[in-house]
T-cell receptor
Framework: EPEVTQTPSHQVTQMGQEVILRCVPI?????FYWYRQILGQKVEFLVS????????KSEIFDDQFSVERPDGSNFTLKIRSTKLEDSAMYFC??????????FGPGTRLTVL | GEDVEQSLFLSVREGDSSVINCTYT??????LYWYKQEPGAGLQLLTY?????DMKQDQRLTVLLNKKDKHLSLRIADTQTGDSAIYFC???????????FGTGTRLLVSP
């Protein structure tokens, strides 16, 4: 069964450093998403991406965040200058035209 | 803004039915979803219901939607120890892509 994959599974970084989280969505899907879950809190929407552009973003997704689909398979989330409060589990998801969003296993980001 | 709420914990015995409840505030929900998260894993899509439906059954899973009360439930028949996990409900509004998640209900199934 096709699935969303994410790398790395765990990323540790120093405050102020840039990180790139990578995702490979399901191959025939058209919509791509990033969510995050801070420990003990709800899963929160960050951004959705369709037709090579951002279609929706939350107030969390400020200028420090960017997304890219550099080729036909990868979907990345970049955080330019990480803060302590960016520590969270980051989930990538993808969807075709119908049904629900399929999530990857997540990348745990720890900012020290 | 929209809000989705769930009770935090449910404990059942193996073989019993489990009912996980969810309430939401969004009046323009299009789809409502149930996801399962096992330890160390991502969110697995279990089932969904369109907002003009009252009920959907999928093998051991039954979803009930009361749109008037904005109440959603997931019933798991013949609950097994492998069903132990955190269950999240989520809603999607008309015209939006984002999912709004509940807090998650931790289901513990004892033998």
């Amino acid at each position: 069964e096709p699935e969303v994959t994410q790398t790395p599974s765990h990323q540790v970084t120093q405050m102020g450093q840039e990180v790139i989280l990578r995702c490979v969505p399901i191959s025939n899907h058209l919509y791509f998403y990033w969510y995050r879950q801070i420990l003990g809190q709800k899963v929160e929407f960050l951004v959705s991406f369709y037709n090579n552009e951002i279609s929706e973003k939350s107030e969390i997704f400020d200028d420090q965040f960017s997304v890219e689909r550099p080729d036909g398979s990868n979907f990345t989330l970049k955080i330019r200058s990480t803060k302590l409060e960016d520590s969270a589990m980051y989930f990538c998801a993808s969807k075709d035209r119908e049904f629900g969003q399929f999530f990857g296993p997540g990348t745990r980001l720890t900012v020290l | 803004g929209e809000d989705v709420e769930q009770s935090l914990f449910l404990s059942v015995r193996e073989g019993d039915s489990s009912v996980i409840n969810c309430t939401y505030t969004d009046s323009s929900s299009t789809y409502l979803y149930w996801y399962k998260q096992e330890p160390g894993a991502g969110l697995q899509l279990l089932t969904y219901i369109f907002s003009n439906m009252d009920m959907k059954q999928d093998q051991r899973l039954t979803v009930l939607l009361n749109k008037k009360d904005k109440h959603l439930s997931l019933r798991i028949a013949d609950t097994q120890t492998g069903d132990s996990a955190i269950y999240f409900c989520a809603d999607r509004s008309t015209g939006f892509q984002k999912l709004v998640f509940g807090t998650g209900t931790r289901l513990l199934v004892s033998p």
